[in-house]
């Protein structure tokens, strides 16, 4: 791989200060990829354009995984290509390996994302690899976008329970963290899969990951609304110190291979909840509840974030109000 025009800026990479929270928004690529219509590139531009003027400055936009696994992102190269290059915004990919991670770097992102579970049974499933396989091929991959230079969050899935196997060990989550940032992971993102975290095991896993010697800097959380408990568990994270949280405009998306699974934390209520106790994330709710209604309009339907629902009602009380 040889350099190339990049898509990042010289702004400081994955640490937020203290007492800022930092959004990390996945909607392009988490909330699309189940979506069975495959949303035209336009849509799609048309989405990364409002999360940015919304004011967030990490999105993962799009998976460089082979086009026949998700055809919904397969016009992954075409999207970056055409992505706006704003001073400050990292555009974030998915990798799967190291073929995803040159494609990755080809067409010009400096940050990607790697993917494995803590359970071994939903890793099998979703990646068909025992976790020791996944380690080693991750190893490898990281070890490569390293040297390129790239910054890596590596994802790891089923951290607060396993669809299939129920409780996971906190060891091995922590275990395999540990490993991850050996191989040169900048970021940890621990996943709450289908939902099955709670927060006194949120706080249980964070306060084991800091004394194992994974800074609380280098974690962030995926957690999903399958069950209610997204903004309860993100609190918890709050108060445990985590100060990166994933979000998905609209709570749209959530995970193809747990059954049953849906609802990623939605961005607006993660912002809502976040401005109202004064903690700063840079983002504008009413840009981003813009950013919501524009993707409810191309996907033809609701979405289930309950902020962009109150916000869409306040809207129209308010429109009917001026009519009157
Ligand atoms: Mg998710």
Redesign the pocket.
Known sequence: MSPRQTLSSSAPDVLAPTGVVRIYE?SPR??LQNEPEILPVEAKLRLVAGLVEAGLTDIEVTSFVRASWIPQLSDAAELVGRLPRVEGVRYWGLVPNERGLERAVEVGLRHVATFMSASETHNRKNVNRTRQESLSALRQVIGAARDEGVVVRSYLSTVFGCPYEGPVAIADSVNLALSLMEAGADEIAL?D?TGMGDPALVQRVIAAMVQAGVPLERIAL?M?DTKGTALANILAGYQAGVRTF?G?IGGV???PYAPG?SG??ATEDLVHMLHAMGVHTGVDLDRACQAGQALAQDLGRPLPGRYLRYWLGAHARTAAARTA
């Open positions: 996945v988490d909330g996943g899969t995926h999903h994933d998905s998306g959530g995970c699974a990623n934390a």
